[in-house]
């Protein structure tokens, strides 16, 4: 064992004690000493959403005080990119007389190129991995590759986990550790912040939220998650994409209250599953096609798409003025609340790229500006999937209409109603697509005009891709 005076637990997107690898092995190698870099500016050049820089700062402050019931001491310190990330984590490893640097790996290629400059420059980086529950890299098909359909990548990760259990990264025993005296100065990060006190923090989910969702809410998952209107999710993404929650965990959970789960992929609580199967897909996709995080394609034949790109359309887009409720009341909910439900996402990255014409990354970058669960592997996986460029993803002939979509999965309104208030007095038969009724009743001036024709903007969408795609 080294000395524990020569090492530092260097926290990044894993702001958590439980199952945390780089921490468990600081730890047992008795570091006492934790360390996190805001490099600020560079998470505004990563759209970073301000709910999520609050977020991250308040669950800063809860590991603080984690920490230093462990002995560890957490030093917190602000750069403005990576480089200086880099002479900072140096100049600090010189000051403390710091040999070894644990910490855990991140898979998007400005860090990974990061974390390879660290170690060129001689400090002993220690990486693990800590962002999936199934090894980045292990999951391949018969020719070594990864694999360019979700559902046999599924079918090979559930093989490695009944082949492999999961085993947690777990905390020394506490006798072992001296606590250190709570923090009496809050960590603040500079930026402009959005509050995000409506969501707890990762101690009180751990403690009370997964226990109620797996005992009670996740037999209804299946049935109850496309509608928007009802709490029919799990609500854990945001936590999941700063790291103050394992996926492992979670998944150790479930499969400890559902034992058969592995081989019962008929059952709700696999559904839900298979949702964190599809978090681990596109974390392994952007770990074999790093080129994924410069924004392109997945799909090269779609390299020849001009999209028209039009302001006023995408500017409606985003302001929940394109006269579709569902989409309005979605973009709604996600400028308010800093979270959009899952279906709708879908719903409102289809009308963007299929209805509208624009491109992905446009749709792709306002939400991580706003999302408080932005992460780019997974936003990016979203995004090329409903635009028809990614990995699996939806034809470019399916486009969702978003008429149907709202009678199928809001029939009552109840969701449109909250978001877009001024419909809240309609029918509930009517407020799917108001407008005739609006002009029956004189109120046309109520809501906002549909700024494209469902019918003729997905014929201009299929004759468009046909098109390019035919170059």
């Known amino acids: 064992m080294e000395n524990k005076a020569e090492s530092v637990m260097w926290f990044r997107s894993d702001l958590r004690v439980l199952d945390n690898p780089a921490l468990s092995r600081a730890l047992r190698q008795g570091c006492t000493k934790a360390l996190f870099i805001a490099p600020l500016e560079q998470w505004l050049q990563h759209d970073m959403a301000p709910i999520q820089l609050d977020f991250i700062e308040r669950h800063l402050n809860l590991l603080q ?7 560890v001491e957490l030093t917190c310190l602000t750069v403005s990119d990576f480089d200086e990330q880099i002479s900072c984590l140096t100049t600090y490893c010189q000051a403390q007389q710091i040999k070894y640097i644990y910490a855990n790996s991140e898979v998007e290629l400005s860090e990974h190129r990061r974390d390879k400059k660290i170690i060129a420059n001689g400090l002993q980086l220690q990486l693990t991995e800590a962002d999936v529950i199934v090894p980045k890299g292990s999951v391949m098909n018969g020719q070594k590759e990864m694999y360019k359909v979700f559902t046999p990548f599924r079918n090979a990760w559930l093989k490695q986990l009944r082949q492999h259990p ?3 990264a777990f ?4 006798t072992t550790t001296v606590a250190l005296e709570q923090p009496t100065a809050n960590i603040v990060l500079a930026g402009d912040k959005i509050c995000s006190k409506k969501w707890p923090l990762s101690n009180v989910i751990l403690q009370q939220v997964v226990p109620e969702f797996i005992d009670n809410k996740c037999q209804d998952y299946q049935q ?3 509608y928007p209107g009802v709490k029919g999710t799990s609500g854990f993404s945001p936590y999941l994409a700063i790291g103050a929650i394992s996926p492992r965990t979670l998944v150790n959970a479930l499969t400890q209250a559902f034992p058969a789960l592995l081989d019962d992929t008929a059952s709700s609580a696999f559904c839900w599953l298979n949702e964190l199967a599809w978090r681990d897909f596109y974390k392994h996709l952007l770990f074999h096609f790093p080129a994924l995080c410069k924004h392109q394609n997945y799909q090269q034949k779609y390299n020849h798409l001009y999209w028209p790109n039009d302001n006023a359309l995408f500017d409606a887009w985003c302001q929940g003025k394109t006269g579709y409720p569902l989409v309005d009341a979605a973009m709604r909910q996600l400028l308010q609340t800093g979270w959009m439900h899952n279906r709708l996402r879908m719903v409102v990255a289809s009308f963007l790229t299929k209805h509208l014409l624009v491109d992905w990354r446009r749709g792709e970058r306002f939400f991580m500006q706003h999302l408080i669960d932005g992460d780019f592997s997974a936003n990016n996986g979203g995004w090329q999937w ?5 990995c699996d993803a939806q034809p470019y002939f399916r486009i ?3 008429i149907t979509q709202s009678k199928k999965f809001d029939a009552e309104g109840e969701f449109i109603r909250k ?3 001024e419909l809240a007095a309609l029918p509930s038969k009517q407020i799917h697509f108001p407008h005739p009724y609006l002009a029956d009743t004189g109120q046309t001036a109520i809501y906002y005009p549909p700024i494209v024709d469902h019918k003729t903007a997905r014929e201009q969408a299929l004759g468009f891709y046909k098109q390019h795609l035919s170059l």
């Open 65 to 71: 005080g984690q920490l230093a019931e462990l002995g």
């Open 386 to 390: 409903a635009a028809g460029t990614g």
């Open 419 to 421: 978001f877009v208030p």
């Open 166 to 168: 999961l085993n947690l």
């Open 400 to 402: 969702f209409n978003p």
């Open 224 to 226: 109850l998650r496309d």
């Open 171 to 174: 905390l020394p025993d506490p």
